[in-house]
């Protein structure tokens, strides 16, 4: 959901944004398992194993059209990418003349932080859990993605 929110926030409707996360979806599964990993280790402001997702932005064409479905026909539109900066940043420089791209590791920092802080959960507990969540779908280090693997 924090996710899918922070494409609410660029403009995307609701169907063009869960159209977006389907178009591959395991989108999600990773940035919960890569992330959760990331909330156990000490944080810097300039971690280059920030896991990321990346976008062209002419999904956000579909304001234009209200009626959409948010399906991502076009196979352009279909181009998502995540995983570390260098990975994304590389695939990025690859082709396309725009990409949108967000940092969902600080995305799902700053959650973990507001949980801890509000008592919910401590930061320790949201990370295995999101790790468990990931492992359900039989989620595992991918090689190449992430930089401990």
């Known amino acids: ?47 280059k194993d920030d896991f990321y997702l990346a976008f062209d932005p002419t999904v956000l064409a579909d304001l234009s059209n209200p009626g959409s479905s948010g399906e991502l026909d076009d196979p352009v539109l279909r181009k998502v990418l995540c995983g570390a900066s260098a990975y994304v ?37 949201f990370a295995d859990a999101l790790l468990a969540w990931a492992a359900s779908f039989d989620w595992r280090v991918a090689d190449g993605i992430d930089p401990e693997a």
């Open 89 to 125: 940043l590389s695939e990025v420089g690859k082709g396309g003349r725009r990409w949108v791209i967000l940092n969902l590791t600080h995305l799902i920092w700053e959650a973990a932080v507001r949980l801890e802080l509000t008592g919910v959960t401590t930061i320790a507990a």
């Open 1 to 47: 959901m924090l996710i899918a929110f922070d494409l609410l926030q660029l403009g995307l409707t609701p169907e063009r944004a869960i159209g977006l996360l389907r178009s591959d979806g395991y989108v999600v599964v990773q940035a919960a398992g890569f992330c959760s990993r990331h909330l156990t280790r000490e944080r810097t402001v300039d971690d």
